[in-house]
């Protein structure tokens, strides 16, 4: 970096520095402090959170309660938006068109979509419960139900981002070059065979790529879960960033949340750090 360039940096610098190193580093120090709601702070406690955090069944049911929805949302997402963009990728008239109404989900404010999805799950009036008793089943409790919550929650997610990884996906597969198909299908190979054994593998970079931008909103999965649950019923939706929010402003305990939001920290770098070591993998074997 030559000395002329460095001042056009100093405020990317001073920005960084201002939104993300302080503001870790305050999160560090109120969790190993005592401070209450109203800023009163009786001083250095040491690991005494994180101990009481690893005591606390809580954390470790809204730990369970996070990887669940994070497994199932970014499992299904992949497999939705894997066939969803095969589809988007074929030239067909007006693809642009539905390309830019499959984004109509994803830049809908999270506040929105979880009140629209409140009235779809409505015990009474709804329109899930209206089409189960339309096709002879029994009506579900969508949110008030421990069982049913964490599943209810999936469905919006998945609603709303399966077309972004599909986007994504499909963007992927029109960047395949075309010669390994075309040996694959002078040596014999099907559609099927072609599919599994030559696009997945040429298309494993960007699928890991998609995979990491959902992993680190699915682990901080926070609005709409507080909208529609609170976290509630028992618990039941209870991820570790709802349950950060719930200690600092409800419990009114900072120095905890701080240390849960730490935790939250940890996991999500930890993951990011696995999608990153297993791409840059694949693209050494590539």
Known sequence: MSQGTFPFLIPALVATVALVLLPVLYTIWLSVTDQDIAGNNSGFVGFDNFVLMFQNSEFWYSLFVTLQLFVVCLVVETVLGLALGYLLSRDVPGRAIFQGLLLIPAITASVAVALVWMLIYDPTLGAANQLLTAIGLDPVVWLGSREMAPWSIAIVDIWQWTPFMALIISAGIRSLPSEPFEAASIDGAGPVKKALFVGLPLLRSVLLVAMLLRTVDLIRFFDTIYIMTQGGPVN???????????????????????????????????????????????????
């Open 236 to 286: 039941a939706t209870n991820t570790l960033n709802v349950y950060g929010y719930r200690a600092a402003f409800i419990d009114q305990e900072p120095s905890y949340a701080a240390a849960l939001q730490l935790s939250l920290f940890v996991l999500v770098i930890l993951i990011a750090a696995i999608f990153t070591v297993v791409r840059k993998r694949s693209t050494d074997v590539e």
